[in-house]
């Protein structure tokens, strides 16, 4: 709580915690308070601009733009939730064995990293999806792939530093055997700066998920995702705007939203920056 | 050796990856209430030798006894029980205990690693705690939050949970005002009595050692170079090092009396030891013997110095 | 005394801002610093001594609040100077030797470089070549051998020994009048520190400044120092030539700390001695005596604080009983 009081004292910290509790609040009461379904066709009204009826527009099939924009909330926070933390699940797991299990187990582990790392995340999740082929579950298990290694390289060098601290040391001569002194005093000491990591990583999510769709490799219609709205929005922009501000703005919100947040968090947690209490 | 209560190592060498003999063949005993002093400066490889004690630094050849038992091949059982039995005070007490974990799940933790008897153990905690003047509030607390002359007395509490007969204190007095590192020494005095241990103090304050310990071991360079009675070896010291630290030490002396004897050049790396005696290449009494023959621990049980050319005896 | 002091403190106050409150850090301190004499600062941890240090060299941290007094050096009030002239005056007039001089020294240039700049302050018409070579001279004379080698030598491939060395060489350049050593060799060992004390003690003979030692430790004061102050909770309660101040020490502080000093001669077994209690708030400050919660010839009168004051000439003490 002490940390959340911190993030409300900064202007920029008090932005983010509010788009982001905005952005997850819309995704998760998102049938309760869309007007439509979001797949409701109505061919009467294409391309309209915000009215009584819908509140911010209709797309070229008639959808409701506001409700499209909510339910793709869910797809863009779900993906980048589910993204980041089996990420980060994995890339604690790896980067602590890394540091502590044989050198060739990690060489191993980094040399992975390395490969991975070595592509843009953009041209390595397209080759990807070209294996496993576009859809909701394989986005989510690819785009944790290119996101494990800094998640893992982080764990690794914390680990590393936590090992040389005094009280491990101390640990040891108590006789606490290692997966103790793993279990109970590394871990608590990594998972904070790699907390704020995950969190910084959400946004990065968000757009590469909607860079996806919008290049027709990720989220497949009818569902609605961001980049599958801007993508259609731009097919019809002569006609109307509002598809794709609709998207982009919601895009906008989420990302500056995460990102303000994390860096806030960031701050928070730093003991560096914290004043003398 | 005796197989009384004793922790003692047999020349035992200890040298890391990259050829640096932290310690070059030593052989140390401590027994269950006495104090032993073990000074030296930085790169003498007093703080390995403390720390092989533990079991925290493996030998690379010679033998540790505990209590009789040759722990030499240190098997994960052999490790718990030196572990149980010989416990250490690390110099920077706040950063020796684990941040996130609250002074209780500190305390309650020698308990829960060597499997004793909660119920049984815990209210003598409480009582080591009282004490040691710390009160049952500051038990809540996370280390960060308590001073550090507190964090000093939680390690000192912790040390005590498993009940050991030995206690190694690496610098305990580093860092502490003189108005209370006599509180901190009288402290240990006391449990000493009270739970008959074995401390070994490991410092460079000659004054701490002179005053508090009854044996004395000097070391430079990884070997002992003498070691005795501490009033003994205090008063009339025998090798010209321990002469030398003797005289560097300050003392308050406004009238300018003593004649102090200042070594030329530093420690060398304990990595290239020099030939012969390793103290050759500073020792104001350097004799050509002395570069090509290293002199081997010599002199009655009271004082035993490790020099060709030793300094007169007092008697 | 006063007539030849080269710098004069008077009832200087600094407070550091804390979110619980001003701390008052040093209280209406006095002292002179005479001309080409050592002045130890004793005192323990939060006595003030560092503080009154880096308010010499105006060097004092963020966090400060409210400064009170005068600190003049030669007349020159260095609390109103404005940061431009005191950077020059540091560096040149006024020179520190750190605890740590890893810290001090900047791990990406070379000794040379950083000897030469060292001298900017001072000389900023000479050459670099010149500076070099005086760079060079002076690292002889705090004995270094081999100092073309060390020149070009950067900090991290030096000892501690050597690198404090390096620093008192730096300080040297600058040939300031006064030279700031705040607990010069705590991070030394024994025989090293003899060696700078040594040094120290040699280079008195040819340095015309004065030098004001900041330590915790008396016996490195009682070796180097003609007069020593010392402080207690961001006061001076004694100020004394350095024989009078621990042949006949005139404040039961000073009394305290010296039966503290650990004696290996003494018999062991018996307990030792400690001062009870603790330091008093600094936020808060206790009226009366800053010593009198812990002092064990506290009286009446401490109720009132006792300024600090002459007991014979030169030799100062803030206790009614002296």
């Known amino acids: 709580m002490e940390v959340f009081r911190r993030i409300w004292a900064s202007p920029s910290g008090r932005l983010g915690m509010v788009a982001t509790l905005l952005v997850i609040l819309g995704g998760v009461a998102a049938p309760l308070i869309a007007t439509h379904m979001p797949n ?74 390395d490969i991975i790392s070595s592509f843009p995340s953009l041209i390595l999740a397209l080759a ?87 290049l027709g490799v990720g989220i497949r219609p009818p569902l609605a995702s961001w980049g599958t709205m801007l993508f259609d929005g731009f097919t019809y922009l002569e006609q109307s705007v509002w598809p794709v501000l609709v998207a982009g703005g919601s895009l906008t919100l989420a990302t500056l939203g995460f990102t303000l947040f994390g860096e806030a968090l960031r701050d928070a947690l730093d003991p560096k920056l914290r004043r003398e209490p | 050796m005796t197989a009384v209560l004793t922790i003692a190592v047999e020349d035992l060498r200890i040298i890391f990856s990259g050829g640096v003999q932290a310690v070059a063949g030593i052989s140390l005993a401590l027994r269950v209430g006495e104090t032993v002093g073990l000074v030296g400066e930085s790169g003498s490889g007093k703080t390995t030798l403390a720390k092989a004690l533990v079991g925290l630094n493996r030998p690379t050849s010679g033998k540790v006894f505990l209590e009789g038992r040759d722990l030499t091949g240190l098997t994960r059982a052999d490790r718990l029980w030196l ?90 007095t580093a860092g502490l005002d003189v108005s209370v590192q006599g509180e901190l020494l009288n402290l240990l005095a006391d449990l000493q009595k009270r739970h008959s241990l074995g401390i070994l103090i490991v410092s460079h304050n000659l004054n701490v050692i002179g005053r ?29 090092y321990t002469h030398a630290l003797l005289s560097a030490n300050p003392v308050i002396d406004p009238e300018h009396k003593r004649e102090k004897l200042v070594l030329s050049g530093e420690i060398p790396s304990p990595s290239n030891p020099p030939s012969g005696c390793r103290f050759h290449t500073r020792c104001p009494r350097v004799q050509d013997r002395c570069k090509v023959e290293e002199p081997a621990l010599t002199g009655p049980q009271g004082q035993r110095y490790a020099c060709h050319f030793p300094l007169e005896s007092a008697a | 005394m006063s007539a030849d002091a080269l710098v004069k403190i008077e009832n200087l106050s600094v407070d550091f801002s804390t979110a619980k409150g001003a701390l008052h850090v040093l209280r209406d301190v006095s002292l002179s610093i005479p001309r080409n004499r050592v002045v130890g600062l004793v005192g323990e941890s939060g006595s003030g001594k560092s503080t009154l240090a880096l308010a010499l060299l105006g060097l004092l941290p963020d966090n400060t609040g409210r400064v009170a007094g005068r600190i003049e050096l030669d007349g020159e009030n260095l609390l109103d100077t404005p940061p431009e002239e005191l950077q020059k005056l540091r560096g040149g007039r006024i020179a520190m030797i750190f605890q740590d001089p890893m ?22 018409k000479i050459g670099r070549r010149e500076l070099l070579k005086r760079a060079g001279d002076m690292l002889k004379r705090v004995g270094i051998s081999n100092p073309e080698a060390r020149l070009a030598a950067y900090p991290h491939q030096l000892s501690g020994g050597m690198r404090q060395r390096v620093m008192i060489a730096m300080a040297l350049l600058c040939e300031p009048d006064i030279l700031i050593a705040d607990e010069p060799t705590t991070a ?33 004061i ?58 008093p708030d600094l936020i808060d400050v206790p009226k009366g005596c800053i010593f009198a919660a812990r002092c064990p010839s506290r009286f009446d009168r401490c109720a009132e604080e006792p300024p600090l004051r002459d007991v014979e000439a030169g030799h100062r003490s803030a206790c009614w009983l002296a």
């Open chain 1, 128 to 214: 990807l999806v070209a294996v496993l082929g576009p859809g909701l579950i394989n986005i989510i298990i690819l785009v944790t792939i290119v996101f494990v290694p800094q998640f893992g390289r982080v764990a690794r060098a914390q680990t590393l530093a936590v090992k040389e601290r005094p009280f491990i040391e101390a640990e040891r001569a108590l006789g606490a055997s290692s997966g103790r002194v793993l279990t109970f005093h590394i871990l608590p000491n990594i998972v904070g700066p790699i907390v704020v990591l995950a969190s910084m990583n959400i946004p990065v999510v968000i757009t590469l998920e909607a860079g996806l769709s919008f």
């Open chain 2, 212 to 240: 508090v310990t009854d044996r004395v071991a000097i070391m430079y360079l990884g070997k002992i170079v003498e070691e005795g009675v501490t009033r003994s070896v205090f008063r009339a010291p025998r090798h010209p």
């Open chain 3, 188 to 220: 030394l060992d024994v025989t090293i520190e003899a060696q700078i004390v040594k040094l120290i003690g040699d280079l008195r003979a040819d340095f015309s400044g004065s030098i004001v030692l900041v330590s915790h430790s008396l016996g490195l």
């Open chain 3, 103 to 124: 810290t001090a020294l900047n791990p990406v240039f070379s000794i040379g470089t950083q000897l030469v700049d060292a001298q900017r302050n001072r000389h900023p």
């Open chain 1, 40 to 113: 409701q066709l109505d061919v009467a009204a294409r391309l309209t601009p915000p009215s009584a009826a819908h509140w911010l527009g209709t797309d070229h099939l008639g959808r409701d733009l506001f409700s499209r924009a909510l339910f793709g909330t869910r797809i863009a926070v779900g993906v980048a939730l589910a993204v980041t933390a089996t990420a980060l699940a994995a890339g604690i797991l790896l980067g602590v064995v890394a540091a502590s299990g044989p050198a060739a187990v990690e060489r191993t582990i980094l040399a992975a990293f």
């Open chain 3, 222 to 279: 009682s070796e180097l120092c003609d007069e020593v102050a010392v402080m207690y909770a961001g006061k001076v309660v004694e100020s004394a030539p350095t024989k009078n101040l621990f042949g006949n020490p005139r404040h039961p502080y000073t009394l305290a700390l010296l039966a503290c000093e650990i004696d290996p001669e003494d018999e062991p077994g018996e307990p030792l001695t400690t001062i009870k209690g603790g330091l």
């Open chain 2, 83 to 172: 572990r149980r039995r010989v416990q250490m005070i690390f110099q920077d007490p706040l950063s020796s205990l684990s941040p996130r974990m609250k002074i209780a799940s500190l305390l309650a933790e020698p308990i829960k690693i060597h499997s004793l008897d909660r119920r049984e153990r815990w209210p003598q905690v409480l009582d080591i705690v009282k004490r040691l003047g710390l009160s049952e509030a500051q038990l809540e607390k996370y280390p960060h939050q308590i001073s550090g002359g507190q964090a000093r007395r939680v390690a000192i509490a912790r040390a005590l949970v498993t009940d050991p007969s030995f206690l190694i204190a690496d610098e305990p």
